[in-house]
Structures are given as structure tokens and as C-alpha cells.
């Protein structure tokens, strides 16, 4: 966390009536009516110093910091963040022997808003990532069609190309750490990480379908990719006519070689594995292929044994990131708790945080925009009294799906099942400020 608030004293607080919930929890809008900003108090105060810095001739001299003193560096060509941010950095071990079998995970507890810098997107592939020429790549499309279409990267260039922010979560995010038996003492990203916001831009699926000309008989479209696993998985019909895009573009440039370049198909909402990078042919069919990765793999085995195939929209989820564990607090007073929401239904409609543990709850504000299969920034001023304190959030969206306690969550399926695993997260806050995971 930042420096301690340094905000009016705790009556000043009461009198604006701003506690909501039990252990601290203010109201959503104490931040906005003003008042007892402590970063403001402290803003105002770093700026009186900067202002005095460069308005003095003698602070440029000595009393100058180092960078005032000499010129700035040069140019570069592909900027890269300040050299003070090297720890904010995608996390993952390399299996000697399997370099590039694995997944990396989004520092989610170092970033702010909600979209994922490019280079620190979420990684998950099960055979390396390709080395594709764009202007040898080609995506077929066949199977149930009245005319069988190739589509070069040139010509996919000349369709009309849409723009969403969208998130994508692997189906094996937090599920794998929160089967422990104990709770892991991880950063939030270690948890979560798999799970990262862009910006994708890209040309919508059901036009190309169209222009195909899908059979009557057809329900599904078999995805394959061109890496060394030739992944494939089954995407519902009605989802490649709904909001599916061919990705050729992520925050503004061509899509990055780990994020499937030159292209993806982009299914938002859906668990990560079936958006399949490198895709290279779409085959239309009436049956999905019961390919590897939705029958052995990303299906949810229920409590007889038995698993349920095609649960493909991820659920209502959020963490709170500041604080979260390593992102500890620094002594009594008023903080800004802050995280992320999303579902892979449509939008979050609600958000809510208890600071005791679950006994009471104060709903968040939500930070525009609030879209749909997207990441959702929420944020909550706290009176921290220095006492332990036990954080959480807990999501809905607009269908009033939600989140449930671990033990809840986990009652639901087989006892070492993983997959689409969206409980809730609690943070243990103790006196010395200390952040720590904790099963509740
Ligand atoms: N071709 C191909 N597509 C793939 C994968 C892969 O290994 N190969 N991994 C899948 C899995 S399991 C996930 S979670 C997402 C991860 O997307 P990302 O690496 O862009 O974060 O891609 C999916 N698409
Ligand atoms: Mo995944």
C-alpha cells in the first residue's frame, strides 16, 4: 500500500456518517465528497516541494536532483517501462526440459485500471510458441459450408473489423493453489494470474461464417491451431455467430507471437483454452470433435464422478489486489482498497467487500467503464484501526451470478477438482500490516 492516510481523525468520520459495515468499511462516495483524502493532503505537500524545487535558482543548483542536472536520454525504438518496474513482471518457472510447455501469470497485484500492458499478458501453451510468417499463414474455413473459403492475412485485412475489451481467464486459474490443503503465502498474481484484459480488435466470426454459408445442420465449429500441439477445441454455433472475433490486433498492435500471431479466435467469456491461438482452420460441423482438451481436460468432475462437459463461460469473480499479499499496509488509517471484478456472462453489477471477515458487507465503487466480459476496477475507502482484520470481495453481475465461500465452492465437485474455480478470496490483515491468504 501507499503511505498511511493522514486524513481527518476518526469522529470527523462519524459525523459524515460514512462507516457502512462493521471494522472500518466507509461509504463508496467518502472519496469523492472530499474531505478526508489522505493522498490529497499528501499530494498537496510532495507539489508544494516540487514547485519550490524548480521555482528557485538555488534548488536547480545543488540541492537539484541528479536528472535535472544533465539531459534527458535518447530515442528508442519499442519503448519499455522505467527501469525502477523490473519486478512487475510476468511469474513463472521453466521445467527443465519442457521450456515451452507452462503458463505465466499477469503481476495483477502491481497494475492498475484494468487492461494488461502487452508484454505482461497471461501466457499458457501446450507446445511453445510458433514462429508464423503472416504471408504464409492461411485460415480455412470448411465442413458444413456451401463454399469453403481461404483467407490469407491479406485478405482478412479487407473485412470490416470490430473493436471490445475483453478479458480472458484460463479455466485452471486460482484452482490448482486453492486445492492446498494450506493456504499458499503467494502474491495475488501467483493466485490469480491467469487472467489478463486487452483491447482486441479483429474481424467478427459469424461474417466470414455467413459468407461460407453454414449448413442448417451445423451446431458447431471445430477450432484448430497451427503450434506443435494443433490444439483443438469445439466452439458452440451460436457462439461464432454472437460476439466471436477473428483477433489480429490486441491494444493496438498485431497480436503478440504468445498471445497466438497472427491470429486468435477470441471468444469472450469463455474459458481461456478454447480461444485458440494460431488458429489456422475453423471446421464446421453438427457434432463437437470431443477433442483432448474438453473431455480429459476443462471439464468439471462432479461429486459422483461423473464430468460435465462444456461449461465454457467463466463465472462472477473478483480479488481484492491492494491489499493483497506482499502489498502490505503501512500502520493505521484511511486506504483505498482496490481490485478487479469481471464475469463471463456479461457485466459486473455489483461488488462487495466485508473487512470482518463476511459478517457485514459495504458495496464498492465501480470504476468506469463497466463492460461486459471485461475486467471491472472496484475500489472502497478503509478506516484501518491497525487491529487484524480478515478482507474480501465478493462479485455479481447482471445475472446475479455470484461468488461463494471456498468450502461452498468446493462442495459443488469432485474432492481434487480445479477447474472454473471462482470463490472467494480473503486477505488477512495483521496489527504489523502484514497481508497474508487465508481460507475462510
Ligand atoms: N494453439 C493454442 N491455443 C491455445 C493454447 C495453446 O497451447 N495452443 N492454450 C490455451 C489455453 S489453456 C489458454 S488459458 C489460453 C491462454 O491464452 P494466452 O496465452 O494468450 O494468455 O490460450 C489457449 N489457446
Ligand atoms: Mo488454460
Known sequence: MGAPAVGKPKNEIEKLGAAVAGNGLLHRRVFLQGGLIAGGGALMAGGAQAAA??????????????WMKVPGRSFTAYGMPARWQENVARI????????????SRTPLHYLEGTITPNGLHFERHHNGIPDIDPNRHELLIHGLVDRPLIFTMDSLMRYPMETHIRFIECAGNSGNINNRPEPAQVSAGDIHGLLSCSEWTGVRLATLLD???????ARWVIAESADAAAMSRSVPLWKCMDDAIIALYQNGEAIRPEQGYPMRILLPGFEGN???KWL??????????????????YSDIMPD?????FTLEMGAKSMILRPSFGIN????????????????TGRVAKVEISADGGTSWAEAALTEPILSKALTRFRLPWQWDGQPALVMSRATDEHGNTQLFRDAWRAQYAPRHTYHYNAIQTWSVAPDGQVSNVYV
Open 211 to 217: 459468407e461460407a454459408g453454414v449448413d442448417r445442420a
Open 305 to 309: 464422478g461423473r464430468a460435465r462437459l
Open 274 to 276: 478454447i480461444n485458440v
Open 92 to 103: 513463472f518457472n521453466i521445467v527443465p526440459g519442457r521450456e515451452g510447455v507452462g503458463s
Open 329 to 344: 499496509m503501512s500502520g493505521p488509517g484511511v486506504y483505498e482498497i482496490s481490485g478487479l471484478a469481471w464475469s463471463g
Open 53 to 66: 524545487a524548480v521555482g528557485t535558482a538555488e534548488a536547480v543548483g545543488t540541492a537539484a536532483p541528479p
Open 280 to 297: 489456422r482452420r475453423l471446421k464446421v460441423s453438427a457434432e463437437p470433435a470431443y477433442a483432448r482438451d474438453e473431455t480429459s481436460k
